[in-house]
């Protein structure tokens, strides 16, 4: 896929089309963390839901309540199965007229597929929108640099609530502060022409780019969970802490509401999500997939790895929730086992009646040492 920011002079850009990397980056990282680079997400696709009835029937139909959602309001939601565990995930964003979901560019075939099976005869019209916009992510303030699409008066930006607990939510992560609590991320839509303009003004020296490596590690170090990486089929929303941001717990009847309440009220989640600080070189990061051991126990699997421009080596991964939160883990790499520390995100107790005491939260530089 043809992507104008491989004119970029540094870019390195995949067979699918994204900017990886300008060659720099830990300082892309820093420069997207302080606000002065923006990132192009072409691992994002974009769906369109026009119609009358667009966000009550989304409600009915996901996790969020975003009934009352007002134009250039944004949320997150997620359509589960059945028996509660995640099958989609999206951004949303309405303007007035469309509710706009971005969501990660592998699952959003499948998703459009779903809503469009579900539409019934309400006054919905799902598409991929992916060939009218584009998604840019970066802190509100680099993106005064773009020119986002506004389609109906309203401009098209997304802001991350995470990690704060939207309306209805409820977090498990016992940390505090939450090491999301200083990111500050959004993500406008923007026509292909914008793209171009972008890319011109990279080269020029104008716009300083990160690629979406630099942008993934910002949200492995958040703990900021993703369709793409955190999620399997056997995925709650519970085990990686999304109740924060993409369920309201207090809303109506939605497909796998009972499962949602049950675990949330009289149970607890059967995996965990937890943080890892992995120790060795810097040059040797597991792969997604790789085994979580304690001895010859193997106990989950690294869902999402990063280098971090201060933490280093960070990855996140789903474990079984009775892993001990002290136990000694190791992570297999394809050059040997390394020892990672764990830090807890979602704790063994979690759960509605579960009075988890809060912790103040020291680095994990600190904590290795």
Not at 5 to 23: I, N, S, T, Y
Not at 162 to 185: Q, T
Not at 267 to 289: F, K, N, Q, T, W
Request: proline letters at 7%.
């Amino acid at each position: 896929m043809t992507s104008p920011f491989a004119r970029v002079p540094g870019a390195v850009v995949d067979e699918g089309g994204v900017l990886q990397h300008l060659g720099a980056p830990l300082a892309e990282q820093r420069a997207l963390a302080r606000g002065t680079a923006i990132a192009p997400l072409g691992d994002r696709a974009v769906l369109a839901v026009p119609g009358e009835d667009r966000l009550s029937w989304l409600d009915s139909l996901t996790s969020q309540a975003v009934t009352a959602l007002a134009p250039g309001e944004g949320s997150e939601l997620l359509v589960l199965d059945p028996n509660g565990r995640i099958e989609h995930a999206a951004a949303i964003v309405d303007d007035g007229e469309t509710a706009w979901l971005i969501v990660d560019r592998a699952d959003a075939e499948a998703l459009l597929g779903w809503l469009r099976r579900m539409r019934f005869r309400l006054r919905v019209d799902p598409r991929d929108a992916s060939a009218e916009l584009a998604v840019v992510g970066g802190t509100a303030a680099a993106l005064a640099a773009v020119h986002a699409a506004a389609p109906a008066g309203v401009p098209l930006v997304w802001r991350d609530p995470w990690p704060a607990v939207s309306a209805g939510g409820h977090a498990y992560a016992a940390i505090a502060p939450h090491p999301g609590a200083d990111r500050e991320w959004s993500e406008a839509l923007v026509a292909p022409e914008e793209l171009d303009r972008i890319a011109d003004e990279a080269t020029a020296g104008r716009i300083a780019l990160a690629g979406a490596a630099a942008a993934d590690a910002l949200r492995v170090a958040a703990w900021r969970p993703r369709w793409a990486a955190e999620v399997d089929e056997r995925a709650l929303p519970h085990e990686t802490d999304w109740l924060r941001t993409a369920v309201h717990l207090q809303k109506g009847c939605y497909r796998g509401q009972e499962t949602v309440a049950k675990v949330h009220n009289l149970g607890h989640p059967p995996r965990r999500l937890i943080a890892l600080h992995l120790d060795g070189s810097d040059s040797v990061l597991p792969v997604r997939g790789a085994e979580v051991r304690v001895g010859d126990d193997v106990v989950g699997a690294v869902t999402s790895t990063a280098l971090h421009y201060e933490e280093g080596p960070i990855a996140l991964a789903i474990v079984r929730r009775s892993t001990p939160i002290d136990a000694a883990l190791v992570v297999a790499t394809d050059d040997g086992d390394i020892a990672a520390a764990q830090e807890v995100i979602v704790p063994p107790e979690a759960g509605a009646t579960a009075q988890v005491p809060r912790i103040t939260r020291l680095s994990r530089r600190a904590a290795a040492q």
